[in-house]
C-alpha cells in the first residue's frame, strides 16, 4: 500500500462565500466575495505583529499529519500557502510554549499538539470578528463566535480581522482551551483508565475506501494510489458513537475507587469457566454490563430530564421498561448530587463524575430469566408423558403454555428444559403453574400438581453435575402461581454463549395413594430463574 504525504485533510472545498455587506472598515479588507485584500500570507501577517513569536514558534516545530504519519509541511508552511483560514492567535505570555516545543519533539507529541493547540486555533475560510456562529475548527471541534469573543476569549482591542491575501487573523487574549469529546476524555485522561482502556482496547486502523484513491487492479485486488486509513472502534455499534462532534451524550463515569469494585462485583457474574477465551468474554461483558446504563444520548433519551431519562441501551420493545429512570435529577436520582461530584464539559456533552454508584447489579444486567415452557426448543428431554403447546391466555403472565400430560393414569412423568443466559450467582428456582381454569373456566378440579425438581450444571472446571432440591413443591390450583423450588448458586455464566450450561428437570411425585388429591397434569406457563442476592 501507498501512501504519499499528500495533505487530504486540508483539501481546498470549492464554495462561493456570500457577499458581505458591514462596516466601510470590513469593506476595505474584503473584496466583493469576502476575501482579505491583502499581497500577504497570514504567516507574514503574524510575523509583522511582534507579540505573536511563541504562537509562531509552535506552528513551525508542528507538523500536519496523513494516516496518523507526519509529513514534512508545518502549519507554519500551511499558513504560507494559497488556502483560505482563520486563525485565532493568542498574543505572547498566554500559555505555556516551552511545553508544547518539548512536547513536539516525539511524533505522538506532535500529533497531539497540532490536535489540541494548532488545529484548536485555525478554521478553514474566513469568520469575522461580528459574525455570530458555530465555527468547524481543523481538529472537528465546533467552537462558538460571538460579536466580540471567540469561545468566551476577547478579542485584543483593535486586532480583530487582520487582513491577509490567503485569509484573515485575529490576536486574542488568551488561548483557546480545547474540549475533549467524550471517547477522547475516555481515552486521553488517567482519571478514566478505567473504562477509557476498555475502548481503547478495541481501536483498530481501517482503510476508508471512499476517501483513497484508486489506481488499478492487480491480481483482482484494487491498489490505491493514495490511501486514507482511518481509526475505527467496534464498540461505537453497542454503546452509540460518543466520538462524533456533531452528537450530544451525557456519561456518568465513576472515580476510580467506585469503577473497581463494580467492577470486581461485575465480574463475579460473569464467570465462564472453561470454555474458550473464558477471560476476555469476562471482560468483555462485565464491562458491556456497567458502560451501558452509563450513556445517555441527550436528542434521545434525555429530552424529558425532569420527568425521566433512559440510557442507550434502552429499547422501546422491552416490556420490562428496562434502562429507564425516573426523577433523575430530584434526591436519590442516577443525576443528583447524591452520586454526581462535579461535571466535565466535553465537546459533545458532558461527563459526570462519580462519587457513588447508583445502581444495584439487579438494575442493570442481574435480571431474572425466563424459560417459556411452551417453545418446544427448551425441551432437551421427556418421560413418561405427552405434552401440546396452547397459546393467548388472559391471565397467563406470558402469551402460551404447555399442557403436561401423564402417559397413563398413574405415570409420574419426567420434562427437562434448558435455561440459557444465566449469569453466574444466585437465584430462586421457580416454576409458574396456571390453574386448569385458564383452558375451561367451568373446569372444577381444583387438585394441585405436586412435584420434584432438579437442576443440571456445570462447574468452572467444565464437570457436569446435578443437584436435586430438597423439598417436593405443589401449586395452588386457584390462581397463576409462582412456586418456589428452591435457591441454588449458579457457578458459570452462559450469556451470550449458544449453548446453554444449565437444564431444569421437573418431576410429577404423585404415589398411587395420592391419586386423588393430586393432579398428574400441569399447565406450565414458565420457568423463572429470579435474581437472589441475599443468599450470596
Not at 462519587?355 to 439487579?362: A, C, H, I, N, Q
Amino acid at each position: 500500500m501507498k501512501t504519499n504525504n499528500k495533505i487530504k485533510m486540508f483539501a481546498v472545498v470549492a464554495m462561493a462565500l456570500s457577499a458581505v455587506a458591514c462596516t466601510d472598515t470590513w469593506d476595505e479588507h474584503y473584496g466583493n466575495e469576502g476575501r482579505p485584500v491583502s499581497d500577504k500570507s497570514l504567516l507574514q501577517v503574524m510575523e509583522e505583529q511582534g507579540d505573536l513569536g511563541d504562537f509562531l514558534k509552535v506552528l513551525r516545530a508542528t507538523h500536519v499529519f496523513s494516516n496518523n504519519k507526519p509529513t514534512k509541511v508545518t502549519y507554519a508552511d500551511l499558513l504560507a500557502s494559497d488556502q483560505t483560514f482563520t486563525v485565532w492567535a493568542p498574543k505572547d505570555g498566554q500559555f505555556n510554549v516551552d511545553s508544547l516545543l518539548a512536547e513536539c519533539q516525539t511524533v505522538s507529541g506532535d500529533s497531539m499538539c497540532g490536535q489540541h493547540f494548532v488545529q484548536n486555533h485555525i478554521a478553514h475560510f474566513v469568520t469575522n470578528s461580528t459574525d455570530e456562529k458555530s465555527v468547524l475548527m481543523l481538529n472537528n471541534k465546533y467552537l462558538d463566535a460571538i460579536p466580540g469573543s471567540f469561545q468566551g476569549v476577547t478579542y485584543e482591542s483593535g486586532r480583530a480581522n487582520e487582513a491577509a491575501k490567503n485569509g484573515v487573523l485575529h490576536v486574542l487574549s488568551g488561548e483557546l482551551p480545547y474540549l475533549y469529546n467524550v471517547y477522547e476524555a475516555l481515552t486521553t485522561l488517567s482519571e478514566y483508565s478505567g473504562i477509557g482502556s476498555f475502548f481503547k482496547g478495541y481501536e483498530k486502523l481501517e482503510l476508508d475506501e471512499n476517501s483513497s484513491i484508486q489506481s488499478g487492479i492487480v491480481d483482482g485486488n484494487i491498489v490505491y494510489s493514495d490511501s486514507v486509513m482511518v481509526t475505527t472502534n467496534i464498540l461505537f455499534s453497542k454503546f452509540d458513537r460518543i466520538n462524533e462532534e456533531d452528537s450530544s451524550f451525557i456519561m456518568l463515569v465513576p472515580e476510580t475507587r467506585v469503577w473497581d469494585e463494580v467492577y470486581n462485583e461485575a465480574m463475579s457474574y460473569f464467570n465462564y469457566g472453561s470454555v474458550n477465551q473464558a477471560d476476555s468474554l469476562q471482560r468483555l461483558y462485565a464491562h458491556q454490563a456497567l458502560i451501558r446504563d452509563l450513556v445517555y444520548n441527550r436528542d434521545i433519551g434525555c429530552s424529558h430530564m425532569a420527568d425521566s431519562v433512559y440510557s442507550i441501551a434502552y429499547s422501546k420493545y422491552d416490556e420490562e421498561r428496562r434502562h429507564v429512570y425516573y426523577k433523575p435529577l430530584a434526591a436519590g436520582g442516577i443525576f443528583s448530587s447524591d452520586f454526581v461530584r462535579d461535571t466535565m464539559a466535553c465537546s459533545n456533552g458532558a461527563i459526570y463524575n462519580l462519587y457513588e454508584w447508583p445502581f444495584k447489579p439487579e438494575d442493570i444486567y442481574f435480571y431474572p430469566v425466563k424459560t417459556e415452557a411452551e417453545y418446544e426448543s427448551m425441551m432437551t428431554d421427556y418421560e413418561d408423558c405427552t405434552y401440546a403447546s396452547r397459546s393467548s391466555v388472559a391471565d397467563s403472565i406470558s402469551d402460551g403454555y404447555l399442557v403436561i400430560s401423564p402417559r397413563t393414569n398413574s405415570s409420574n412423568w419426567t420434562m427437562e428444559f434448558q435455561i440459557p443466559s444465566v449469569l453466574s450467582g444466585t437465584y430462586d428456582v421457580c416454576a409458574v403453574v396456571l390453574p386448569r381454569t385458564v383452558y375451561n373456566a367451568s373446569d372444577r378440579n381444583f387438585r394441585p400438581c405436586k412435584f420434584k425438581a432438579s437442576i443440571g450444571y456445570e462447574t468452572v472446571d467444565g464437570v457436569e453435575q446435578t443437584y436435586d432440591f430438597e423439598d417436593e413443591v405443589q401449586n395452588d390450583p386457584y390462581r397463576v402461581d409462582t412456586v418456589k423450588i428452591g435457591t441454588f448458586t449458579i457457578p458459570v455464566c452462559s450469556y451470550g454463549q449458544p449453548d446453554a450450561k444449565v437444564h431444569l428437570t421437573l418431576e410429577c411425585s404423585i404415589s398411587r395413594m395420592e391419586s386423588g388429591r393430586y393432579n398428574r397434569e400441569m399447565y406450565l406457563d414458565c420457568l423463572y430463574f429470579k435474581p437472589n442476592r441475599e443468599e450470596e
